[in-house]
């Protein structure tokens, strides 16, 4: 079946289950990530000779040496498809075993988005594949020094173009075995959505709200931040059928939003305030306390504010009395960032690296 017959059949499965009771057969399906491949250009050359602090080295306890054959920056929009597809799929799904669940109301789009992408593959493979002796060429006039090497180690340009693959999976139905198993697949599916949404906001948090050090705070951001947030405010909504909660989540998310700045800059009062919540937007136990209908999980820093003029309002005898604010946790923050890596699988049996784009 081609990737527009499933586009149609998405339009018309979203239109049939509009009036229906929103569970996770109806509402949900499950999609594959792309098979997207393509080789890294590389050589590696055994009996190279390695160069540290001036001295050539020829040890086994050193690394083999990677050629590059093939310039990486004519790779480079290969893989700025790859992790735009990957994109198209998690903004809008949660991992699940390594399946992706997609709201069935986002299937189509997604599944055109995903077609375009493609396209825009085949046409750059086409260019790729007509001009791939003169990109050679060119690659050797550039790196002078070493173009013997690169006309020696050369990849045949079959087995080179062979490795370039973009395939879209079909979307599978969900339906567990047995039918207890599926408030299971639920509750795994929720734990997962508060855990991408609080990784992906503080991703946002470090790049947008503080300096390269990750620490120091910025002055101020753009709208961009608060359109870079909305694609979390999207996802959480179009997978709410997994946990009535999701609609406290959006509830505290927009009483803060609609207070910023609509135009210009954010700064002062409202970027402490939004970056406050995106720090606890970025602890997942946060997200599930208030999903569960805890309101504290997630609080304004306007608040504390409050009870702090409060405070010093009171009289002295006042003073006497104990508070009975408690202070409002911490998170716990590891720097456990993740990128997109470019993983190169090497054959023992030939001296060709195959680099395959992975998910």
């Known amino acids: ?26 509402s949900g399906c499950l999609l594959a990530m792309p098979l997207i491949s393509y080789p890294s250009g590389l050589r590696t050359l055994s009996e190279a000779e390695v160069s540290v602090e001036g001295d050539k080295i020829k040890s086994s306890a050193l690394h083999k040496a990677d050629l590059s054959v093939f310039p990486q920056t004519s790779l480079q929009k290969f893989n700025t498809i790859r992790v735009a597809a990957k994109r198209i799929i998690t903004d809008n799904a949660v991992n699940v075993g390594g399946l992706f669940l997609i709201p069935i109301t986002k299937l189509a789009d997604v599944m055109q988005r995903l077609g375009e992408k493609q396209t825009e ?18 690659h050797k006039r550039d790196e002078s ?43 795994t599916a929720s734990v997962s959505l508060w855990e991408e949404v609080a990784k992906e906001a503080k991703s946002k948090y470090y790049s947008s709200f503080t300096m390269k050090d990750q620490i120091s705070p910025v002055e101020r951001v753009s709208q961009k931040a608060i359109t870079s947030l909305k694609k979390l405010r999207s996802k959480l909504i179009n997978l709410s059928f997994l946990h009535d909660g999701v609609d406290n989540i959006i509830e505290i998310f927009d009483s ?15 970027l402490l305030r939004l970056s406050n919540f995106v720090l ?8 599930e306390q208030v ?10 820093i306007e608040f504390e ?3 702090e003029e409060e405070t010093l309002d009171t009289s002295f ?32 049996s030939a001296p060709m690296q195959l680099g395959w784009g992975s998910f």
Not at 121 to 138: H, S, T
Not at 280 to 287: E, I, K, N, T, Y
Not at 322 to 346: A, G, L, M, W
């Open 305 to 307: 504010a409050d009870i």
């Open 317 to 348: 005898d006042d003073l006497e009395q104990p508070s009975d604010f408690d202070d409002v946790p911490d998170s716990d923050f590891q720097d456990d960032f993740s990128s997109d890596t470019f993983n190169v699988s090497q054959s023992e």
């Open 291 to 300: 999903a569960n209908g805890d309101s504290t999980g997630i609080t304004d």
């Open 121 to 138: 593959w085949d046409a750059e493979f086409i260019v790729l594949e007509d001009e791939y002796e003169n990109i050679i060429e060119q």
């Open 280 to 287: 606890q937007f970025s602890d997942a136990v946060r997200l």
């Open 1 to 26: 079946m081609s990737t527009q017959t499933h586009i149609e059949s998405a339009r018309q499965l979203a239109k049939n289950i509009a009036d229906e009771n929103p569970n996770l057969q109806n």
């Open 256 to 270: 803060i939003i609609n207070d910023m700045p609509k135009t210009g800059y954010i700064e002062g009062t409202p």
């Open 145 to 187: 020094n070493i173009a013997h090497l690169i006309s020696k180690h050369k990849i045949d340009k079959h087995d080179f173009t062979s490795v370039f693959k973009f395939q879209i999976r079909p979307p599978l139905a969900i339906k567990t075995l047995f039918e207890h198993d599926e408030q299971e697949l639920i509750d």
